[in-house]
């Protein structure tokens, strides 16, 4: 601190309040941040994975209910439109589901087999 005709001088700019090589300065707040960003960039990667890993969490597997009345017509030997199955049917073994002849008013059970392609049996 020195004195001059306008009194004393307090805070000059080129004066130091700590010292670097003490080691106390924290790291620099950019390298902390994008170290943050990356562990929660990781494990936001890694929770949506084990979501789509696990079967009936976020892939919900359905069987196309259009393509089941076509194969049911076809096997049961009657008109495609005759042929009524519920939408959103899950694709998980030994599912099953009934399907209407609107015909006859006969019912039809659907047994899913829970193999990758989707099978089912008729009858």
Known sequence: ?????????YGSPYEF???PADGDTPPPRGRRAIGVGIA??????????????WPGW??????????????????VGVDPGTVS????ESATEAHTFTCTLSTSRQT???TVLG?????YLVG
Do not use: K, N
């Open 40 to 53: 929660v960039g990781a494990v936001l990667v890694l929770v949506v994975v084990a979501l789509f890993w």
């Open 17 to 19: 309040t700590s010292d």
């Open 1 to 9: 601190m020195t004195s001059s005709e306008y009194g004393p001088q």
């Open 108 to 110: 039809v059970t659907i």
């Open 85 to 88: 199955c519920p939408d959103g």
């Open 58 to 75: 976020l892939a919900r597997y359905v069987l196309d209910a259009d393509a089941v009345e076509q194969q049911v017509a076809r096997i």
């Open 115 to 119: 193999d990758d392609r989707g099978s």
